[in-house]
């Protein structure tokens, strides 16, 4: 979260980073910039969580994946701002290995 954002606001402006790091965001509304990346810019950090159709946005320090609608005005190269629910998805653990991975991603309000 910002410095000076008021924890209890219903969006909260929020940098990828903060988002995958800050336990606090999970299940908070986010306002995100960033450019979005659709197939084949897709950036190597995983499987979608829901869906093939799933897409990423990346402020420069990082990157998730976003399901939800597609921005009719998505382009790696103009910034776009949305807003979005923080999520989070537990997969099982590889074979060999006993930790299970948790990846956080963005449900897409607007």
């Known amino acids: 979260m910002n410095a000076g954002q008021d924890p209890s606001s219903d969006t909260v402006d929020a940098t990828i980073a903060e988002i995958v790091a800050s336990p606090d965001l999970l ?39 976003v399901t939800g609608s597609f921005p009719g005005r998505c382009s790696a190269n103009e910034p776009l701002t949305i ?11 590889l074979k060999g290995s006993q930790v299970d991975r948790t990846s956080r991603y963005l449900i897409r309000i607007r």
């Open 27 to 65: 299940g908070r509304k986010v306002r995100v910039t960033g450019r979005c990346l659709d197939v084949p810019y897709l950036r190597p950090i995983g499987p979608p969580p829901r869906t093939r159709r799933d897409w990423q946005i990346t402020d420069g320090g990082g990157a998730i994946y």
């Open 83 to 93: 807003v979005a629910k923080v999520a989070e998805v537990t997969r099982p653990s």
